[in-house]
Protein backbone atom coordinates (compact mmCIF):
# COMPACT_ATOMS: atom_id res chain seq x y z
CA UNK A 1 0.00 0.00 0.00
CA UNK A 2 1.46 3.86 -0.96
CA UNK A 3 1.81 5.85 1.84
CA UNK A 4 0.72 9.34 1.39
CA UNK A 5 -0.31 10.56 4.49
CA UNK A 6 1.99 12.05 7.60
CA UNK A 7 1.27 12.98 11.56
CA UNK A 8 3.40 15.83 12.57
CA UNK A 9 3.00 15.99 16.66
CA UNK A 10 3.87 20.02 17.32
CA UNK A 11 2.51 20.61 20.79
CA UNK A 12 5.88 20.20 22.95
CA UNK A 13 6.00 23.25 25.11
CA UNK A 14 9.24 23.77 24.36
CA UNK A 15 10.82 23.91 27.70
CA UNK A 16 14.66 22.79 26.60
CA UNK A 17 14.64 26.32 25.40
CA UNK A 18 13.00 28.76 27.39
CA UNK A 19 12.71 31.96 26.83
CA UNK A 20 12.62 32.02 23.60
CA UNK A 21 9.67 29.70 23.10
CA UNK A 22 7.31 31.63 25.81
CA UNK A 23 5.62 32.77 22.90
CA UNK A 24 7.12 31.18 19.86
CA UNK A 25 7.20 27.69 19.06
CA UNK A 26 9.96 25.65 19.20
CA UNK A 27 8.94 24.33 15.40
CA UNK A 28 9.13 28.21 14.15
CA UNK A 29 12.61 28.42 15.32
CA UNK A 30 15.01 29.50 11.98
CA UNK A 31 17.39 27.18 10.36
CA UNK A 32 18.67 30.32 8.99
CA UNK A 33 16.06 31.50 6.95
CA UNK A 34 13.62 28.83 7.21
CA UNK A 35 11.38 27.91 10.23
CA UNK A 36 12.54 23.87 11.23
CA UNK A 37 8.48 22.47 10.66
CA UNK A 38 9.07 23.63 7.05
CA UNK A 39 12.09 21.16 6.84
CA UNK A 40 10.24 18.59 8.17
CA UNK A 41 6.90 19.33 6.12
CA UNK A 42 9.24 19.36 2.58
CA UNK A 43 11.15 16.40 3.35
CA UNK A 44 7.58 14.98 3.93
CA UNK A 45 6.62 16.13 0.30
CA UNK A 46 10.01 15.24 -1.41
CA UNK A 47 8.89 11.48 0.18
CA UNK A 48 5.33 11.38 -1.68
CA UNK A 49 3.24 12.76 1.31
CA UNK A 50 0.63 14.48 -0.01
CA UNK A 51 -1.90 14.66 3.18
CA UNK A 52 -0.49 16.22 6.58
CA UNK A 53 -1.70 17.02 9.90
CA UNK A 54 -0.07 18.58 13.08
CA UNK A 55 -1.03 18.25 15.87
CA UNK A 56 -0.29 21.25 18.07
CA UNK A 57 -1.78 23.19 20.83
CA UNK A 58 -2.97 26.62 22.30
CA UNK A 59 -0.49 29.34 21.30
CA UNK A 60 0.82 27.94 17.81
CA UNK A 61 -1.26 29.26 15.35
CA UNK A 62 1.56 30.62 14.24
CA UNK A 63 2.20 27.46 12.39
CA UNK A 64 -1.07 27.71 10.17
CA UNK A 65 -0.47 31.08 9.53
CA UNK A 66 3.17 30.34 8.09
CA UNK A 67 1.86 27.47 5.68
CA UNK A 68 -1.29 30.44 4.97
CA UNK A 69 -1.36 32.70 1.79
CA UNK A 70 0.15 35.97 2.47
CA UNK A 71 -1.36 38.50 0.00
CA UNK A 72 -0.38 41.65 0.90
CA UNK A 73 3.29 40.47 1.77
CA UNK A 74 3.13 38.69 -1.65
CA UNK A 75 1.77 41.27 -3.43
CA UNK A 76 4.58 44.21 -1.98
CA UNK A 77 7.42 41.58 -2.95
CA UNK A 78 5.96 41.43 -6.21
CA UNK A 79 5.82 45.19 -6.36
CA UNK A 80 9.60 45.52 -5.16
CA UNK A 81 10.26 43.39 -7.48
CA UNK A 82 11.97 40.94 -5.16
CA UNK A 83 12.00 37.87 -7.27
CA UNK A 84 14.04 35.38 -5.14
CA UNK A 85 11.87 36.29 -1.99
CA UNK A 86 8.75 36.28 -3.76
CA UNK A 87 9.50 32.91 -5.26
CA UNK A 88 10.55 31.63 -1.44
CA UNK A 89 7.03 32.13 0.23
CA UNK A 90 4.94 31.98 -2.56
CA UNK A 91 4.41 28.65 -2.86
CA UNK A 92 4.85 27.07 0.71
CA UNK A 93 0.97 27.10 1.11
CA UNK A 94 1.06 24.13 -1.94
CA UNK A 95 3.45 22.29 -0.77
CA UNK A 96 0.98 19.58 0.85
CA UNK A 97 -3.06 19.38 2.09
CA UNK A 98 -2.15 20.20 5.83
CA UNK A 99 -4.66 20.35 8.49
CA UNK A 100 -4.56 20.58 12.41
CA UNK A 101 -6.08 19.22 15.06
CA UNK A 102 -5.00 20.24 19.19
CA UNK A 103 -3.54 18.04 21.58
CA UNK A 104 -5.67 20.25 24.71
CA UNK A 105 -3.45 18.17 27.27
CA UNK A 106 -0.19 17.29 26.83
CA UNK A 107 0.02 13.88 27.66
CA UNK A 108 2.79 12.31 25.62
CA UNK A 109 3.98 11.84 22.33
CA UNK A 110 1.34 8.58 22.35
CA UNK A 111 -1.52 10.54 23.79
CA UNK A 112 -0.81 13.35 20.58
CA UNK A 113 -0.60 10.46 18.01
CA UNK A 114 -3.51 8.66 19.34
CA UNK A 115 -5.27 12.28 18.27
CA UNK A 116 -4.71 11.46 14.68
CA UNK A 117 -6.76 8.28 14.29
CA UNK A 118 -9.49 9.76 12.19
CA UNK A 119 -6.96 11.60 9.90
CA UNK A 120 -5.57 8.20 9.25
CA UNK A 121 -8.24 5.85 8.82
CA UNK A 122 -7.51 2.16 7.86
CA UNK A 123 -3.84 3.15 6.17
CA UNK A 124 -0.38 3.02 7.40
CA UNK A 125 1.30 6.43 7.76
CA UNK A 126 4.40 8.21 8.85
CA UNK A 127 5.13 10.21 12.42
CA UNK A 128 7.75 12.58 12.16
CA UNK A 129 8.69 14.25 15.34
CA UNK A 130 8.41 18.12 15.23
CA UNK A 131 11.32 18.68 17.63
CA UNK A 132 13.61 16.49 14.45
CA UNK A 133 14.89 18.22 11.39
CA UNK A 134 16.35 15.58 9.32
CA UNK A 135 18.82 16.72 6.57
CA UNK A 136 20.38 14.05 3.93
CA UNK A 137 20.74 13.91 0.30
CA UNK A 138 18.18 11.24 0.38
CA UNK A 139 15.15 11.90 2.65
CA UNK A 140 14.80 10.20 6.06
CA UNK A 141 11.17 9.03 5.50
CA UNK A 142 11.65 8.29 1.99
CA UNK A 143 14.13 5.89 3.07
CA UNK A 144 11.62 4.23 5.99
CA UNK A 145 8.87 4.30 3.07
CA UNK A 146 11.00 1.78 0.87
CA UNK A 147 11.55 -0.55 3.56
CA UNK A 148 7.94 -0.39 4.31
CA UNK A 149 7.36 -1.38 0.28
CA UNK A 150 9.93 -4.15 1.09
CA UNK A 151 8.64 -5.57 4.39
CA UNK A 152 5.31 -4.72 4.87
CA UNK A 153 6.13 -3.86 9.00
CA UNK A 154 6.10 -0.84 10.93
CA UNK A 155 9.47 0.78 10.46
CA UNK A 156 11.50 2.86 13.36
CA UNK A 157 13.77 5.30 11.71
CA UNK A 158 16.80 4.67 14.07
CA UNK A 159 20.47 6.21 14.91
CA UNK A 160 22.82 4.69 17.61
CA UNK A 161 23.31 7.57 20.41
CA UNK A 162 26.59 7.69 23.02
CA UNK A 163 26.36 5.09 25.95
CA UNK A 164 26.33 8.01 28.65
CA UNK A 165 22.70 9.63 26.60
CA UNK A 166 20.72 6.18 26.00
CA UNK A 167 19.06 6.94 29.36
CA UNK A 168 17.17 9.74 27.49
CA UNK A 169 15.66 7.92 24.67
CA UNK A 170 14.56 4.67 23.73
CA UNK A 171 16.61 1.67 23.52
CA UNK A 172 15.81 -1.14 20.72
CA UNK A 173 16.40 -4.93 20.38
CA UNK A 174 18.04 -5.34 16.69
CA UNK A 175 19.50 -8.08 14.71
CA UNK A 176 21.08 -6.70 11.70
CA UNK A 177 19.20 -8.11 8.17
CA UNK A 178 21.58 -6.47 5.90
CA UNK A 179 23.56 -3.07 5.37
CA UNK A 180 21.42 -0.20 7.40
CA UNK A 181 18.39 -2.59 7.51
CA UNK A 182 17.22 -4.18 11.01
CA UNK A 183 14.87 -6.18 12.57
CA UNK A 184 13.56 -4.76 15.97
CA UNK A 185 11.93 -7.26 18.52
CA UNK A 186 11.73 -5.48 21.77
CA UNK A 187 12.03 -1.69 22.70
CA UNK A 188 12.65 0.18 26.23
CA UNK A 189 11.57 4.06 26.42
CA UNK A 190 14.43 5.83 28.59
CA UNK A 191 16.23 2.74 30.28
CA UNK A 192 16.82 3.16 34.19
CA UNK A 193 20.08 1.15 34.49
CA UNK A 194 22.72 -0.87 32.40
CA UNK A 195 20.74 -3.61 32.20
CA UNK A 196 17.54 -2.61 31.14
CA UNK A 197 19.51 -1.42 27.83
CA UNK A 198 19.26 -3.27 25.02
CA UNK A 199 21.30 -1.54 21.99
CA UNK A 200 22.60 2.02 21.69
CA UNK A 201 19.89 2.32 18.79
CA UNK A 202 17.29 4.60 19.73
CA UNK A 203 13.93 5.75 17.58
CA UNK A 204 14.83 9.01 16.02
CA UNK A 205 12.21 11.13 14.68
CA UNK A 206 11.14 9.11 12.65
CA UNK A 207 8.67 5.91 12.07
CA UNK A 208 5.59 4.36 9.80
CA UNK A 209 2.61 3.05 11.78
CA UNK A 210 0.24 0.75 10.74
CA UNK A 211 -3.63 1.71 12.12
CA UNK A 212 -3.49 -1.09 14.41
CA UNK A 213 -1.10 1.74 16.81
CA UNK A 214 -4.30 3.21 17.61
CA UNK A 215 -6.18 0.39 19.29
CA UNK A 216 -3.09 -0.21 21.00
CA UNK A 217 -2.70 3.22 22.02
CA UNK A 218 -6.41 3.37 24.04
CA UNK A 219 -5.01 0.43 25.64
CA UNK A 220 -1.51 1.76 26.52
CA UNK A 221 -0.56 3.21 30.41
CA UNK A 222 1.67 6.39 31.06
CA UNK A 223 4.89 5.19 31.36
CA UNK A 224 7.83 7.02 31.67
CA UNK A 225 7.40 10.61 33.16
CA UNK A 226 3.99 9.45 33.44
CA UNK A 227 3.01 10.30 29.86
CA UNK A 228 1.54 7.99 27.62
CA UNK A 229 4.99 7.01 25.33
CA UNK A 230 4.94 6.05 21.87
CA UNK A 231 8.00 3.24 22.57
CA UNK A 232 4.89 1.83 24.96
CA UNK A 233 2.72 1.51 22.25
CA UNK A 234 5.25 0.36 19.57
CA UNK A 235 6.82 -2.53 21.89
CA UNK A 236 3.93 -4.61 21.55
CA UNK A 237 3.57 -4.58 18.04
CA UNK A 238 7.66 -5.19 17.95
CA UNK A 239 7.54 -8.33 20.71
CA UNK A 240 4.39 -9.69 18.47
CA UNK A 241 4.74 -8.99 14.51
CA UNK A 242 8.34 -7.51 14.73
CA UNK A 243 8.85 -3.99 13.11
CA UNK A 244 11.88 -2.56 10.69
CA UNK A 245 14.45 -0.27 12.10
CA UNK A 246 16.53 2.16 9.13
CA UNK A 247 19.39 3.03 10.28
CA UNK A 248 18.40 6.49 8.01
CA UNK A 249 21.46 8.24 6.43
CA UNK A 250 20.63 12.09 6.80
CA UNK A 251 21.81 13.98 10.21
CA UNK A 252 19.33 14.65 12.80
CA UNK A 253 19.11 17.81 14.99
CA UNK A 254 17.14 18.22 17.49
CA UNK A 255 15.51 21.45 17.74
CA UNK A 256 14.40 21.20 21.07
CA UNK A 257 17.78 21.55 22.79
CA UNK A 258 20.06 24.75 22.60
CA UNK A 259 22.96 23.02 21.08
CA UNK A 260 20.95 20.70 17.93
CA UNK A 261 19.74 24.45 17.12
CA UNK A 262 23.13 26.06 16.62
CA UNK A 263 24.46 22.95 15.13
CA UNK A 264 21.92 23.16 12.69
CA UNK A 265 21.80 26.87 12.04
CA UNK A 266 25.94 26.40 11.54
CA UNK A 267 25.78 23.12 9.25
CA UNK A 268 22.81 24.66 7.26
CA UNK A 269 24.51 28.19 6.79
CA UNK A 270 27.61 26.86 5.83
CA UNK A 271 26.00 25.19 2.31
CA UNK A 272 23.65 28.48 2.01
CA UNK A 273 24.23 30.33 -1.06
CA UNK A 274 23.64 33.63 0.30
CA UNK A 275 25.66 33.61 3.80
CA UNK A 276 27.94 30.11 3.28
CA UNK A 277 31.20 32.54 2.54
CA UNK A 278 30.36 34.73 4.81
CA UNK A 279 30.11 32.98 8.03
CA UNK A 280 33.14 30.08 6.91
CA UNK A 281 35.19 33.61 7.33
CA UNK A 282 33.95 33.82 10.66
CA UNK A 283 34.34 30.69 11.86
CA UNK A 284 38.28 30.96 10.83
CA UNK A 285 38.74 33.95 12.32
CA UNK A 286 36.74 32.80 15.62
CA UNK A 287 38.77 29.17 15.52
CA UNK A 288 42.04 31.53 16.01
CA UNK A 289 40.30 32.61 19.56
CA UNK A 290 39.30 29.03 20.89
Known amino acids: MKITKAVIPAAGLGTRVLPATKAMPKEMLP???????????????????????IITN???????????????????????NKTELLDSIKDIHKLANISYIRQIETKGLGHAVARAKTFVGGEPFVVMYGDDVI?????????????YGKHGKGVLGVKKVDAKDIYK???????????NIYKCTDMIEKPQTEKEVLSLFSVQGRCILPPEIFDIL??????????????????ELATTVGMTAVEYSGKRYDMGNKLGILKASIDVGLEHDEVKDGLKEYIKELAKTL
Open 31 to 53: IVDKPSIQYIVEEAVNSGITDIL
Open 58 to 80: RGKGIIEDHFDRTPMLENALEKG
Open 135 to 147: IGDVPATKELIDA
Open 169 to 179: YSSLKVENIHD
Open 218 to 235: ENTKPGAGGEIQLTDAMR
